[in-house]
């Protein structure tokens, strides 16, 4: 378990970057989702012992994450955001070349396990390639391969889907889902669906604030009966949005379909919907940029 308590850090330009931040995150799947500059990267890289916070404390099975950097290293795997990669080099040089790194200084176990997870993330076949002529997943699913060198205990994988196609986010997602429920896995993440599929726990954060933390289907649940939606006409969406919580407008053969959160049929014509995580999300979203 990793249990982080009031987590604040300012960069010296005056960002609020995380505000009294507590989660506790058990082993398994968790999705800390947010809207871009949100904080996210701001408390991955803290936990990843890349930068230090100015208050607060995080444990990890009662390791000091904050202190403790080196014992935190050796049981962290890491995909940071901007993840780069040496182009001219093959995925099966480059990871040896980590696991070296990682301490794996024996030849032939070192080979065993460069080789199983090659396999692992499904790259064997292109193991030989530069990494320079990898697609987006590939390379993202290389990054999975270096974070998961040496066994970690605690993986932090950092916006990862963010740029990948359909195809290829589903395949990074489900070998996300195969590392196992031994490990505390944290998934950023500015795509509600990331987390809809995945994670069984989760955090909303924005502005550098936690509006919810827990289970999915639990949060989901807090909205029965209270989602509505229309199909309206474009020149009325102005004055809905002004008078409704809108939770998301998307068009649908060029008319645009509300989602509403209200206790009360909004108007005729209102009929109410299943609620789901985006409505959860957005609707967090709304309330606290109306208390701001
Ligand atoms: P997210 O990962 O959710 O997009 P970040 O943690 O990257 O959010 O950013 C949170 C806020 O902190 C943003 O307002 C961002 O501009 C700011 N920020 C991030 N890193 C720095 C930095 N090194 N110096 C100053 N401000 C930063």
Known sequence: MLQISELCKTYPNGVQALK????????GMFGLLGPNGAGK??????????????????????????????KVRRILGYLPQDFGVYPKTSAEDLLTHFAVLKGLTERKQRKEVVDGLLQQVNLWDQRKRKLGTYSGGMRQRF??????????????????????????????????????????????????????????????ICEGEVLLSGEPLQAIETLRQRVWRKVVSKDRLPSYQRDHTVLSSRLVGGRPVLNIYSETQPDDGFVQVDPDLEDVYFQRLREFEQAA
């Open 41 to 70: 990267s701001s408390l991955m890289r803290t936990l990843a012992t890349l930068q230090e916070a100015d208050s607060g404390s995080a444990t990890f099975d009662g390791l000091d994450v904050l202190v403790d950097k080196d």
């Open 20 to 27: 009294n931040v507590s989660l506790d995150i058990p082993k």
């Open 143 to 204: 990054g999975i391969a270096q974070a998961l060198l040496g066994d970690p205990k605690l993986v932090i994988v950092d916006e990862p889907t963010a740029g990948l196609d359909p195809e290829e986010r589903n395949r990074f997602l489900n070998l996300l889902a195969e590392i196992g429920e031994q490990v505390v896995i944290i998934l950023s993440t500015h795509i509600v669906q990331d987390v809809t599929d995945l994670c069984p726990r989760m955090a909303i």
